[in-house]
């Protein structure tokens, strides 16, 4: 029963035994510390780095250039800001050349609220990464789909990124949802490969023995199936979609939640057959509303679902604000809450066009 | 040395023979007249934009004959800025895959009509995509180094770029990452100062006297050279490479070099009267050593102004790319994922 962060880990593990990763590597990646969530401990391709987060990416891009595979890792997604020419770069390595070259890398970082991270350690990058063309773009609302996403965009041959909404990685898997081979008692999983707390200089992992698992880019997963409304969405705000619609099923309303899992190439398929089912759509994600990831689907669903919807499709984003603020009330006021997700389900199952 | 680190072995005193400087002289000269046929094929309406190297050609032809060209860690990769034509030439590229580019026909080798002439990229010898910001190659290269200190052997990341692409943060970046005690890297970190940033000199934004002195602070070797002279280049390159591929650690030299037709197209691509030519220096040396006459310079010019004229008028019929082949090559072809590799 594994937390994402421990299911990050042993993806890891796997890519490096027997997927040809050779460098993870980053600010405090490397022992001791093994990652400021813990995610690269033990792991023994990790290395730690300056804190310079543009040589990070322009090493994870040359490392790739040379077929290494790589994870480079922003320490908060925050902190990426600074190498956004360099990511546009790596998204154009294959296309400026017209297929002469291409770069396996991915860029792993922590996004989102839910840590009462304040303004630099709570931001979204599904926004600013779906705005580079050239990365393949997964985000993991699960330990399971984290291991099997993570090993997708270790063995692509094209620059990934890898978003880990930070307020899901203690998070614990679900049953029936494990990770094959993965000891089913929490305790046991963490003598084997969780760090003691102290000297960890003789501390060696015991990796248990989990299989390759590939999540396909652009495969979402229909979480709960419904006939009133679709909900999509991704990250921390997708298991809140889904507690929500347990709870509206009380009042009647059945609620499909789709966890979307990879927002480039994005499982519009799925999203579409759903829409004309319910004929009401409902975006959910926490990144500020303005040129949100979400408006581009809902102009999807406009354009392509006009005819089939029976109220205007939403959005719910967070709020077009600078930063999240420190202060509980203020997070809460500025990312999308179980009962904002909630009403809004409620509200859109009963309009009408 | 003051750093007190292992001293560079001294570049050789011994003149280089005739036939090299010949070699030299031959793709200094072809290379000019291939960065004039470009500048006439901007003018002439058959590109958009001109940038590249004239002036540099002293520096950069010893620099491409020195380069172990091949692809992967064994060889050399190369991180380039856009003013290297002559060392492609004496890569042995051939100039009319440049002219292509310039004329962003569909049959361009390097990007297919998608990017301004002098990009280069070539992966079978290890040149990575050339970008038009100038500062990315400095820490993208941190990679391929890491790369071949891994694999061993003699390959080494050679970077380059100009004087006021040393003012952003990704020169600073490149001197410590490769200058890491942890894991030092074999790169051969090169600055062609021209003394130019776009329309600003250098010398009224730089204070540092010498860009090579900012690697001293790194532990750093460190050297500043007359990159208008090919003798010296060639000398100092060879030098500089064989303490990078044999010590494994990072070489800063700087070149003084000239601009001789401005930034770009954007600056008119003129020729501009006070700076030093380094071919006709070059050429004068030549004369004196009687290693070739002036009649013999103007018919080898005048051959290759003739060879690529006429390749001018071949490659304006080249196809250009057609507008429904944008969606090509975003992602490499092959999706390993699905088919479950």
Known sequence: MSTMVQAIRMALHVAEERHQLTDVFGEDVGPPLGGAFTATQGIKCAWNSPLDERGIVGAAIGLGLAGCRNVGEIQFCDYAYNTIDLLKLAGLQTWSTNGGWNCPMTIMTPVGSGIRGSIYHSHSFDATATHIPGFKIAIPSTPRDAYGLLLSCIVDPNPCFFLVPKALMRVRTQPGEEIPGEPGDERALSKLIDAPLGDRAKWQPQWPDTPDIFIPFGEARTVRRGRDLTVVSYARTLPLCKKAADELSQEGIEAEVIDLRSLHPVDWPRIEESVRRTGRALFVNEDTEITNFGEHLLRRTVEELFYELLAPPRLLAGAFVPGVGLADELEMASVPQLPSIREAMRQLAHQHA | ?341
Request: net charge neutral.
């Open chain 2, 1 to 341: 040395m003051s750093t007190g680190l292992r001293p560079v072995p001294r570049a050789p005193d011994a003149d280089l023979s005739p036939e090299l400087l010949l070699r030299i002289h031959d793709l200094m000269l072809r290379s000019r007249v291939l960065e004039e046929r470009l500048i006439a094929m901007y003018k002439q309406g058959d590109g958009f934009f001109w940038i590249g190297g004239p002036g540099e050609e002293a520096f950069n032809v010893p620099l491409g004959l020195l380069i172990q060209k091949g692809r992967g860690p064994a060889y050399d990769y190369c991180h380039f800025h856009y003013r290297q034509s002559a060392t492609l030439l004496a890569m042995g590229a051939d100039p009319v895959n440049a002219m292509r580019q310039m004329k962003n026909t569909a049959t361009d080798p390097y990007s297919g009509g998608r990017n301004f002439c002098n990009h280069y990229s070539l992966i079978e010898w290890n040149v990575a995509p050339v970008s038009s910001p100038i500062e990315p190659q400095y820490v993208i290269a941190i990679g391929t180094a890491i790369a071949q200190k891994r694999a061993g052997g003699r390959g080494i990341t050679i970077v380059t770029g100009g004087d006021a692409g040393t003012a952003e943060a990704d020169f600073a970046s490149c001197l410590i990452w490769s200058s890491r005690p942890a894991n030092p890297l074999p790169m051969l970190i090169v600055v062609a100062n021209n003394k130019w940033g776009i329309s600003t000199p250098w010398a009224g934004q730089h204070g540092e006297k010498r860009i090579s002195d900012r690697g001293k602070g790194f532990g750093i070797e460190s050297k500043t050279i007359d990159g208008n002279d090919p003798e010296i280049s060639y000398r100092e390159i060879a030098a500089a490479m064989e303490y990078v591929r044999t010590e494994r650690k990072p070489f800063l030299l700087e070149a003084m070099v000239s601009r001789l037709f401005g930034h770009s197209s954007a600056s008119g691509a003129n020729a501009v009267p006070d700076e030093a030519d380094c071919l006709k220096g070059f050429e004068q040396k030549l004369s004196d050593k009687k290693l070739l006459t002036r009649q013999q310079m103007e018919e080898l010019r005048h051959k290759y102004a003739t060879e690529l004229q006429e390749a001018h008028r071949k490659v304006r019929q080249e196809p250009q790319p057609k507008g429904d082949s944008i969606y090509q090559n975003v992602f490499l072809d092959r999706d390993k994922v699905r088919e479950g590799k």
